[in-house]
T-cell receptor, first 117, second 116 residues
Framework: AQSVAQPEDQVNVAEGNPLTVKCTYS??????LFWYVQYPNRGLQFLLK??????LVKGSYGFEAEFNKSQTSFHLKKPSALVSDSALYFC???????????????FGGGTRLMVKP | GAGVSQSPSNKVTEKGKDVELRCDPI?????LYWYRQSLGQGLEFLIYFQGNSAPDKSGLPSDRFSAERTGGSVSTLTIQRTQQEDSAVYLC??????????????FGPGTRLTVL
């Protein structure tokens, strides 16, 4: 079985400050990890993914995420938040072993990011 | 190129009616997924198609839900005898290969279904 937890329903940050959106996961084997962003009345937009290699992954719009195997975490970060970053963020996991969970992504409950001017 | 498209964008129906939701994946993508996004349940996997293989239906919540994919491209999700708890946003995604589990899934804008 695989699962994802996003412990914060909402994160508030001032524009220009660094932001972190937390994600922890559980898989039987090793994980592939993804972050998506959803703007109002829109579908999910891919931000970045961790497959293998460097634990620090850089993605779209200045976002990055750090894979930490010992803490089973994949927190999303950005050095300087913009008001336009305000949206709903989803972390997702897929076990690398097909027999464990198939091809589906398992999503966290989402975190609403509010960036205030 | 064009992304994943879904139609209709909004659908309002009465309890007990059948509905069909359509998804056009990105051209050339062999894998197609349906998910459901609702307030109480978050994002849930429904069904997965990969090429000509039998679909993975493990996420379908009841036998009122079915989906097909014709010609390896367009997919239709059908909900029979709709119930109020079916109200949600239905999201479709496609990916290039599917069997390559590193594939990124690209999502459409969704269909918002409201069952009165």
């Amino acid at each position: 079985a695989q699962s994802v937890a996003q412990p914060e329903d909402q994160v508030n940050v001032a524009e220009g400050n660094p932001l972190t959106v937390k994600c922890t996961y559980s898989v039987s084997g090793n994980p592939y990890l993804f972050w998506y962003v959803q703007y109002p009345n829109r579908g999910l937009q891919f931000l970045l993914k961790y497959i293998t290699g460097d634990n620090l992954v850089k993605g779209s719009y200045g976002f990055e995420a750090e894979f930490n195997k010992s803490q089973t975490s994949f927190h999303l970060k950005k050095p300087s938040a913009l008001v336009s970053d305000s949206a709903l963020y989803f972390c997702a996991v897929r076990d690398i072993l097909l027999r464990n969970a198939g091809n589906m992504l398992t999503f966290g409950g989402g975190t609403r990011l509010m960036v205030k001017p | 190129g064009a992304g994943v498209s879904q139609s209709p964008s909004n659908k309002v129906t009465e309890k007990g009616k059948d509905v069909e939701l359509r998804c056009d994946p990105i051209s050339g993508h062999t894998a197609l997924y349906w998910y459901r996004q609702s307030l109480g349940q978050g994002l849930e996997f429904l069904i997965y198609f990969q090429g000509n293989s039998a679909p993975d239906k493990s996420g379908l919540p009841s036998d009122r839900f079915s989906a097909e994919r014709t010609g390896g491209s367009v997919s239709t999700l059908t909900i029979q005898r709709t119930q109020q708890e079916d109200s949600a946003v239905y999201l479709c995604a496609s990916s290039p290969q599917g069997q390559g589990r590193t594939d990124t899934q690209y999502f459409g804008p969704g269909t918002r279904l409201t069952v009165l």
